[in-house]
């Protein structure tokens, strides 16, 4: 086991600078929900449903949890665009787990799965 955890900490030194921090798990939920919202391309006919799940604490390193996130959203082509260039440069980042799109006319019907770990600096939740 402590083969294991020198391992992850060596990783996670590593990516450090992609992580998020929050305070507790309930803001990590909010800044994930908050960020995913302001990554679409939106104008005025853009409504965006953004799923935020339930944390995931990580038994090896107990301050680093991660979090899924599901946005559904109708986009034009260029919009889509824009918004997948947004979530893959973003920083700290975000891992696109799943993507699904079908055409409706002349806009995509975009279903997007992302995850993110966040080190949370405090144990109140």
């Known amino acids: 086991w402590q083969a294991r955890v020198q391992e992850s900490e060596s990783r996670l030194a590593l990516l450090r600078d992609r992580l998020w921090s929050a305070e507790s798990m309930g803001i990590a939920m909010a800044r994930l929900q908050s960020e995913l919202d302001q990554l679409v391309i939106r104008d005025e006919f853009v ?3 953004i ?3 339930a ?4 038994v090896e390193l107990d301050n680093l949890t ?3 996130a599901r ?8 919009q889509l665009m824009q918004t997948l260039k ?6 700290p980042q975000l891992l696109i787990e799943q993507l699904s799109m079908k055409k409706v006319r002349d806009r995509w019907n975009v279903d ?3 995850s993110t770990y966040f080190e949370i600096s405090s144990k109140a939740q």
């Open 71 to 78: 946005l559904g959203v109708m986009l034009t082509p260029g």
């Open 51 to 53: 799923k935020v799940g």
């Open 86 to 91: 947004n979530v893959q440069s973003n920083r």
């Open 47 to 49: 409504q965006s449903l």
């Open 112 to 114: 997007l799965t992302v």
């Open 55 to 58: 944390p995931q604490q990580l």
């Open 66 to 68: 991660r979090i899924r």
